[in-house]
């Protein structure tokens, strides 16, 4: 399935922003879970930057508990960037989904990172994000966590990707091995269509990350797929992945 670039952003009042235009074009991606998802937007903001892409995160840390305005945060940031943002990772934490106001927003890509049964959406609040997904987005779903058959029926009609340890995941790992660096073998156990609506052919490629742990293998498979997914070559996500995780600790605390 050959998948196009959409307006992502819609507006139905338009305003006086002056970013209309640049914001319609702008590829939003949305992380589902907990707090370990801001070391993922930081190697994903990283990995877009590597290869020439203009990224920014955006994360709730210091927030508090009032809702941001997601499409007032966008033109914050495309004021730093002088209106020519590409890609906005944004983190949309499982304890406070009600915390970002997706009004007049489409994601162009959802990652469900982990919710556990202590941490899962209640139906209204999961509709309404999942339900912000484009009409051609992705979903990103990590099939280890059992959170997501809750869910999983608001994508229908959607191009999902399942990642994981399950030898179902279309994105899955083996031969993981950890000193003080994550050693491991990505598989790629089924083609996918990426955003510029080329095929990814199934594969096997070794990845290493300095600094990294074996509880990180979910955060750098979802990573792997989201880069992926956006036409990034296996060889620049394994250069973004090394250069990154010689900060990693820096990075790993990040969401603590």
Same mark, same amino acid.
């Given at each position: 399935?050959? @998948?196009?670039?959409?307006?992502?952003? #819609?507006?139905? =009042?338009?305003?006086?922003?002056? $970013?209309? #235009? =640049?914001? %319609?074009?702008? &590829?939003?991606?949305?992380?589902?879970?907990? $707090? %370990?998802?801001? &070391?993922?937007?930081g190697f994903l903001a990283h990995? !877009?930057?590597? @290869?020439? &892409?203009? *990224? *920014?995160?955006? +994360?709730? @840390?210091?927030?508090? +508990?009032?809702?941001? &305005?997601?499409?007032?945060?966008?033109?914050? +940031?495309?004021? @730093? $960037?002088?209106? %020519?943002? %590409?890609? *906005?990772?944004? +983190?949309?934490?499982g304890s406070s989904p009600q915390q970002y106001?997706?009004?007049?927003? !489409?994601?162009? =890509?959802?990652?469900?990172t982990f919710l556990g049964e202590n941490n899962k959406y209640e139906n209204d609040e999961s509709e309404t994000i999942f339900k912000s997904l484009s009409a051609k987005g992705y979903a990103l779903i990590n099939v280890d966590d059992e959170a997501y058959t809750d869910f999983i029926g608001c994508l229908e009609n959607k191009l999902v990707i399942t990642y994981g340890l399950s030898p179902k995941a279309t994105i899955t790992a083996s031969s993981i091995e950890e000193a003080s660096n994550l050693h491991f073998t990505?598989?790629?156990?089924?083609?996918?269509?990426?955003?510029?609506?080329?095929?990814?052919?199934?594969?096997? !490629?070794?990845? $290493?990350?300095p600094n990294f742990e074996k509880s990180d293998i979910h955060s750098a498979l979802a990573a792997i797929g989201t880069g992926l997914i956006y036409g990034i070559s296996t060889e620049d996500i394994i250069t973004a992945f090394k250069a990154h995780g010689q900060t990693g600790k820096t990075i790993k605390y990040e969401s603590r």
């Open positions: 399935m050959k @998948t196009d670039d959409r307006t992502i952003v #819609h507006n139905r =009042t338009m305003g006086d922003d002056p $970013y209309i #235009h =640049t914001l %319609e074009n702008l &590829k939003i991606i949305g992380m589902v879970g907990g $707090y %370990e998802d801001i &070391k993922i937007s990995l !877009f930057r590597s @290869t020439g &892409k203009k *990224a *920014a995160r955006i +994360h709730s @840390t210091g927030c508090g +508990h009032d809702t941001q &305005k997601v499409r007032e945060l966008l033109s914050s +940031h495309m004021d @730093t $960037y002088n209106g %020519e943002l %590409e890609y *906005a990772v944004i +983190h949309l934490p106001d997706l009004s007049n927003i !489409f994601l162009d =890509t959802i990652i469900h990505c598989c790629i156990q089924r083609g996918i269509t990426n955003r510029r609506g080329l095929e990814v052919d199934p594969m096997e !490629f070794p990845v $290493y990350i």
